[in-house]
């Protein structure tokens, strides 16, 4: 059974900084490229950041650029580091997994991604 668990969300203030982890287990890490996704309360889900398998290839949505790095580990955790937050990263964030027979992955493809986490709330709020 796969279970996918994130943590680590909870109020921050706007600049400040916060750690996402996602905690995965029931399938083969390293076949999967990881995603962390976000949906905003009356806003569709938007993809923000995804990581290969070897974690050599990143991708990130333009509105987190910079500020945002995604990172995974060998004990099958990937990791959403937010820095200089905005109100607007006020969303729930999901972790997700894509298996892959190749190197990349796609912040966009959402469909690709087969299983998913139930979510953590990231809040930015002076």
């Known amino acids: 059974q796969v279970q996918m668990v994130e943590s680590g969300g909870g109020l921050v203030q706007p600049g400040g900084s916060l750690r996402l982890s996602c905690a995965v287990s029931g399938l083969s890490f390293r076949d999967y490229a990881m995603g962390w996704f976000r949906q905003a309360p009356g806003k569709e889900r938007e993809g923000v950041a995804c990581?290969?398998?070897?974690?050599?290839?990143t991708s990130y949505t333009d509105s987190v650029k910079g500020r945002f790095t995604i990172s995974r580990d060998n004990a099958a955790h990937v990791y959403l580091q937010m820095d200089n937050v905005k109100s607007e990263d006020t969303a729930i964030y999901y972790c997700a997994a894509d298996f892959k027979t190749y190197e990349g992955c796609s912040v966009f493809a959402q469909y690709e991604y087969k299983y998913w986490g139930q979510g953590t709330q990231v809040t930015v709020s002076s």
């Open positions: 990581i290969s398998r070897n974690g050599g290839i």
